[in-house]
C-alpha cells in the first residue's frame, strides 16, 4: 500500500526560495562563528579553515555537498575580520 503523504515533492520555486535563504543563513553563521574565533584569539586563516570544515561536515549528506560556495564563505569570514 502506498501513501502519497510519503512521497511529498515541493514546488521548484519553495525549493528556489529556500536555497537563496537557506544560503544566506549558512554565510551569517559563518560571520558569527569567525567573530567568535576572532574574539577567541585565533587568527583570520584558522577561523577559514574552520569554518569550511564545518560548513562541509554539516553538508556532507547534501547531494551536492554544499549550500553556500567557498568564495562566500570565505568573504564571510574576511568581513568579521575587518571590523
Same mark, same amino acid.
Given at each position: 500500500?502506498?501513501?502519497?503523504w510519503? *512521497?511529498?515533492?515541493?514546488?521548484?520555486?519553495?525549493?528556489?526560495?529556500n @536555497?537563496?535563504?537557506?544560503?544566506?543563513?549558512?554565510?551569517?553563521?559563518?560571520?558569527?562563528?569567525?567573530?567568535?574565533?576572532r574574539?577567541?584569539g585565533?587568527?583570520? *586563516?584558522? @577561523?577559514?579553515?574552520r569554518v569550511?570544515?564545518?560548513? @562541509?561536515?554539516?553538508?556532507e549528506?547534501?547531494?551536492?555537498?554544499?549550500?553556500?560556495?567557498?568564495?562566500?564563505?570565505?568573504?564571510?569570514?574576511?568581513?568579521?575580520? @575587518?571590523?
Amino acid at each position: 500500500m502506498e501513501f502519497d503523504w510519503m *512521497e511529498y515533492k515541493l514546488p521548484t520555486d519553495v525549493i528556489q526560495r529556500n @536555497a537563496v535563504s537557506r544560503a544566506r543563513q549558512v554565510r551569517d553563521d559563518a560571520r558569527v562563528r569567525a567573530k567568535l574565533l576572532r574574539r577567541l584569539g585565533y587568527d583570520q *586563516e584558522f @577561523a577559514t579553515q574552520r569554518v569550511l570544515g564545518n560548513s @562541509a561536515w554539516a553538508c556532507e549528506l547534501l547531494p551536492n555537498g554544499k549550500i553556500a560556495s567557498d568564495e562566500d564563505l570565505r568573504a564571510a569570514v574576511a568581513e568579521a575580520f @575587518a571590523r
